[in-house]
Structures are given as C-alpha cells and as structure tokens.
C-alpha cells in the first residue's frame, strides 16, 4: 500500500502535537526515542513564541503557571503560519474558557491586547494625516469627508471590566491602582513614529473609530459616536486621535 506525501505530512504532526495519536504510517517514528525529544523541542520552540507574544499575560500569571497553559494549548491548537509571531490568535479565546483561569475572569482580554500590540506592531507602514491640507476646508466640507485609519491601528472596549488599567501597569511595570474602579474600559493602540503607543480611549471614541474603519463620513461617525457616548468632547477626540496618529492621507480619501 502507498502514502500519499500529504497523508504522512498529517500524520507526522498530529503525532508531534497530540501523544495519544496513533497512525501506521508513522508508527516506526513515533516509536524511536529521538522523536520524542524532537516533539519536546517543537512544543518549547511554540510555547516560546507565545511568551513572546503575550508578555503582559506572562506577567500577571507568573513564568511556571503560564508555560504550562501554554503547552496544554500548543497541543490543542498547533500553529497554521511559520511566522510564529503572529502565533495565538485564538490564545484569548482559550483563556476564556481554561478552567484553571477562572479565577481570573480578565485574563483573556488582557491577551487581547497583547494580541493587538503585535498587530500595531507588524504593520505596513502608511503615510500620515496631514492637518494642514485639512484646515482651509469649509465645516459643511469636512462633514463629508471620510476619514481612513492607519492598518497600525487597534481600539478595545471592554463593558465590565477595567482590562485597560490591568494590561497597562502590567505591561509598564507600574504598581496597580490602590482600588481599581470595577467599570468599562478603552485602549487604543497606534504607531505614530514607528513605536507602538497605547492610551484609554472612551466608549463613544471606539464606536467612531469603528464609524471610521466602516467608510462612513465625519459627520456620520461623529453622530454615531455621540449617540453611544452623549457627554463625548468630540473635538478632544478628534484631536487626540490625529495626535496619536489614527489617520491615514486623506489624499486618495472619498467625499460623499
């Protein structure tokens, strides 16, 4: 009987990634005791790069606890890419749901963010918003502008819990607030001059953004945002976001 190339390469990796896999065609491997040292070397290599890509996790969990998770993990969830940085897309989605974690109710979007650190990270670089081609128009002009994001560009709500302020003293090495105000929570990540910088952004600020990324115009945005968010300073916003550098060049931008 034959194999197919495919049906060996299947084979090969459900044995590295799962210990109770059993297929003939790679029966004699398995069996040699240098497989399972290359199998103990596949699953450090991808535990490695998930501590890479989760830092702030690492932090709040501890080095032993969250290497362990991480192997359960790998073996549950075998990288697709060999870019092992963008490995653990679904690593938030796993601490969800990891009973071991239940303790720590944040734990998953506090990898969202990380998630969303190597996003802003690894993005392609695009020219920026330029003001002052802007500040000659007319208001009734500008509404109908839309105004494009940066791929660099990454925004978070989060309704219950305060993940921002957890993930940022995490990720600064800072000491935690004395009594952390158990409410909602924004972080908006950018990279304005080729580093990755984070701020607390509003409920209304990340429905506008979200308006934004939708290819709806300012104005529509604008009112968008201020329907989730009444008491939302729009123009603050506005500035803080040209300031943290959201935007793209409007040069190539529609007008409605």
């Not at 709040?60 to 192997?71: I, P």
């Not at 679904?90 to 998630?115: K, Q, S």
């Not at 529509?220 to 009444?230: M, Q, S, V």
């Amino acid at each position: 009987m034959t194999t197919s190339l495919g049906h060996f390469q299947d084979a090969f990796v459900d044995a590295l990634y799962d210990t109770r896999a059993h297929h003939a065609v790679v029966a004699s491997l398995v069996a040699q005791p240098g497989f399972s040292v290359y199998r103990n070397t596949v699953v450090k290599g991808c535990v490695d790069a998930l501590h890479a890509n989760f830092p702030t996790v690492e932090r709040l969990v501890g080095t032993e606890w969250f290497r362990a998770a991480a192997a359960r993990y790998v073996r549950q969830s075998p990288p697709t890419d060999t870019r092992l940085l963008h490995y653990g897309a679904d690593f938030p989605a796993f601490l969800d749901a990891f009973e071991h974690a239940r303790r720590l109710p944040y734990l998953g979007n506090v990898a969202r963010i990380d998630l969303a650190w190597t996003d802003v990270h690894t993005a392609a670089d695009e020219p920026g918003f330029d003001v002052a081609s802007i500040a000659s128009l007319a208001s009734e002009v500008l509404g109908q502008m839309v105004f494009p994001l940066r791929r660099a560009v990454r925004w978070l709500w989060f309704p219950q819990q305060p993940v921002y302020t957890i993930w940022r003293c995490n990720r600064e090495a800072t000491d935690m607030p004395a009594e952390l105000d158990w409410s909602g929570e924004g972080v908006l990540l950018t990279r304005p001059a080729g580093r990755v910088m984070w701020q607390p952004i509003s409920a209304g600020g990340c429905v506008f953004l979200g308006a934004c990324a939708a290819s709806q115009t300012l104005d529509e945005a604008a009112h968008a945002a201020l329907d989730a968010e009444p008491s939302l300073d729009f123009t603050q916003l506005l500035g803080s976001l040209i300031t943290a550098g959201a935007f793209r060049s409007t040069t190539s931008s529609t007008q409605r």
